[in-house]
């Protein structure tokens, strides 16, 4: 259950299994005084605590891709990023070269790129020296990645597959950004280009912290399977 998507049809049953002995009988046409929804609920909140299983299924799927974006000198992090994505160094798996991977990785990582995807509308990538966040790709600042909020600008970049810290350096302990481009910006490109360098402006690098990601469904910022 925490590796493999379970199917539908799995999940149905275990719930009308649930249904009916919640219900005392086996008569199909019996009345369900209270939704599913509710029963799933935590007690306090006027529940009973049970197990949505679709829910439950995706929460212990996501939790490895937390594991693969905090655990990053474990041995089977270590084995997983060598086989896969050997020039990869960001903290979460890259999504665009899922075609290159297992059957069951593919199905993990594609919540990456779902739009609906819980694990990503409250995971957040945490910048620190910027050494394990992709420069275009991650959401590390505002709400998307760079290449989709300026693809024009990320057409013309020279490099677009390096981290963070490939696109500055530090003088005298402050962050100077170098951004590379095969041209020199045309007139008509110049607000494009001052929008997206404010923007970048905002963020702020640390040589001594290291990146990391942060839940923003727990207080602790930690991801859990319950929250």
């Given at each position: 259950?925490?590796?493999?998507?379970?199917?539908?049809?799995?999940?149905?049953?275990?719930?009308?299994?649930?249904?009916?002995?919640?219900?005392?009988?086996?008569?199909?046409?019996?009345?369900?005084?209270?939704?599913?929804?509710?029963?799933?609920?935590?007690?306090?909140?006027?529940?009973?605590?049970?197990?949505?299983?679709?829910?439950?299924?995706?929460a212990?799927?996501?939790?490895?891709?937390?594991?693969?974006?905090?655990?990053?000198?474990?041995?089977?992090?270590?084995?997983?990023?060598?086989?896969?994505?050997?020039?990869?160094?960001s903290?979460?798996?890259?999504?665009r070269?899922?075609?290159n991977?297992?059957?069951?990785?593919?199905?993990?990582?594609?919540?990456?790129?779902?739009?609906?995807?819980?694990?990503?509308?409250?995971?957040?990538?945490?910048?620190?020296?910027?050494?394990?966040?992709?420069?275009?790709?991650?959401?590390?600042?505002?709400?998307?990645?760079?290449?989709?909020?300026?693809?024009?600008?990320?057409?013309?970049?020279?490099?677009?597959?390096?981290?963070?810290?490939?696109?500055?350096?530090?003088?005298?302990?402050?962050?100077?950004?170098n951004?590379?481009?095969?041209?020199?910006?045309?007139?008509?490109?110049?607000t494009?280009?001052?929008?997206?360098?404010?923007?970048?402006?905002?963020?702020?690098?640390k040589?001594?912290?290291?990146?990391?990601?942060?839940?923003?469904?727990?207080?602790?910022?930690?991801?859990?399977?319950?929250?």
């Open positions: 259950m925490s590796l493999f998507p379970m199917p539908t049809s799995i999940c149905n049953y275990l719930s009308k299994l649930i249904a009916k002995f919640l219900l005392g009988s086996l008569d199909k046409h019996a009345i369900h005084w209270v939704k599913q929804e509710i029963l799933c609920y935590p007690k306090v909140k006027g529940g009973l605590g049970l197990v949505d299983f679709r829910v439950r299924n995706k212990l799927r996501s939790k490895w891709l937390w594991r693969y974006g905090t655990e990053l000198n474990s041995l089977w992090r270590q084995t997983v990023s060598t086989i896969y994505e050997p020039s990869s160094k903290l979460l798996s890259s999504s070269s899922a075609s991977k297992s059957w069951l990785r593919r199905s993990i990582i594609a919540q990456l790129s779902d739009e609906n995807s819980v694990f990503m509308a409250n995971t957040r990538i945490k910048v620190g020296n910027g050494k394990n966040v992709l420069f275009w790709t991650d959401i590390w600042i505002g709400n998307r990645a760079l290449k989709d909020a300026y693809p024009r600008i990320y057409a013309l970049a020279s490099n677009k597959i390096g981290v963070i810290a490939e696109f500055g350096y530090f003088q005298e302990k402050k962050w100077h950004w951004i590379e481009l095969r041209r020199q910006i045309l007139d008509w490109e110049l494009l280009w001052e929008s997206f360098q404010n923007l970048i402006k905002g963020s702020n690098i040589p001594s912290t290291i990146d990391s990601l942060i839940s923003v469904a727990d207080t602790n910022g930690m991801f859990s399977i319950r929250s």
